[in-house]
């Protein structure tokens, strides 16, 4: 979301271009090959300016998977910001993205926040209509609990194969609702319980936003707690011969539901830093997992 300059309605640069391209061919020769967007993101621009991208390097697109997302209006005018899950909407965003990047198809389309209006049997057939039309290939959501999840499947005939939530060692609501279970502390938690186990029960694949939690761990540090967990994590990766950035992925993809990190960034050597998260397994034993766990979260499990 970082890509394309201003977060307003100017035109993107000649300069912001070459800096997504920077970008992105970091990541590439990070081995990360999947690309996270929506349409809302720098109004537009994310989108655009990755498709400048994809038009001055032939061969690109057939090397990557392409995911966007959409559902989110942003304020304007005297509108204010709302959540728009309307078929006809959904079908006009995904074109409109289309052009942007300048492909024909996405690999992925999530549906960014839940709308409370949406009529479920309108956004399946819209979702329908784009898979057969060849302009998408799969389909997950962002944001969602598990009832707005199965909710949505029911009409669905194709599967929900994503789930987009704030994950990170940061932000560990969707953990902690696990095992707060009959303690005091789990009304306060606030994640809508079930969510995580119902995503590993029908195979749907959980992806983190804010995995790095925005550098939290790796230099910028608030709270007594981020500092001792920070000092841990360095510690970790120099024995490990890997990056902080690493270990703070590395925890999120050690979890049996194999989480998926969306790396933010748009620095090119901090996407750097995370290419032994994207080589292989995750290398923290059972004793360092909890220990950052409980680092993070200050005292310790129920």
């Given at each position: 979301m970082g890509l394309g300059g201003s977060w307003d309605e100017s035109p993107y640069t000649a300069a912001d271009i070459d800096a997504a391209e920077a970008t992105v061919?970091?990541?590439?020769?990070?081995?990360?090959?999947?690309?996270?967007?929506a349409d809302i993101y720098r109004h537009g621009k994310a989108e655009a300016v990755f498709g400048e991208i994809l038009d001055r390097t032939p061969g690109l697109r057939e090397r990557i998977t392409l995911q966007s997302k959409c559902g989110i209006r942003l304020a304007e005018g005297g509108r204010p910001g709302m959540y728009d899950l309307r078929g006809d909407t959904i079908v006009r965003k995904v074109e409109e993205s289309l052009t942007r990047l300048r492909t024909d198809v996405l690999d992925v389309l999530l549906l960014h926040r839940p709308d409370p209006l949406a009529d479920p049997a309108d956004v399946a057939e819209a979702l329908e209509s784009l898979h057969r039309q060849g302009l998408v290939r799969r389909f997950g959501v962002s944001n969602m609990n598990a009832p707005q999840i199965a909710r949505l499947q029911e009409r669905l005939s194709l599967p929900l194969t994503a789930n987009q939530l704030e994950m990170s060692l940061l932000r560990r609501d969707w953990l902690e609702d696990g095992v707060l279970v009959n303690t005091p502390a789990s009304a306060a938690n606030g994640f809508p319980a079930g969510t995580i186990e119902h995503c590993l029960t029908h195979g749907i694949g959980l992806q983190a936003w804010g995995p790095l939690a925005q550098g939290r761990y790796t230099g910028r540090q608030e709270t007594p707690e981020e500092h001792a967990t920070a000092?841990?994590?360095?510690?970790?990766?120099e024995a490990k011969g890997t990056t902080p950035e690493t270990v703070v992925l590395w925890w999120l993809q050690r979890h049996p539901a194999r989480v998926v990190?969306?790396?933010?960034t748009t620095d090119p050597a901090r996407v750097r830093a995370c290419r032994d998260a994207a080589a292989g397994e995750p290398r923290l034993t059972h004793?360092?997992?909890y220990t950052?766990?409980?680092?993070?979260r200050g005292s310790a499990l129920p």
């Open positions: 061919h970091a990541a590439l020769d990070s081995g990360i090959t999947a690309f996270d967007h000092a841990l994590v360095a510690e970790l990766a990190p969306v790396v933010g004793e360092e997992w950052l766990w409980i680092t993070a």
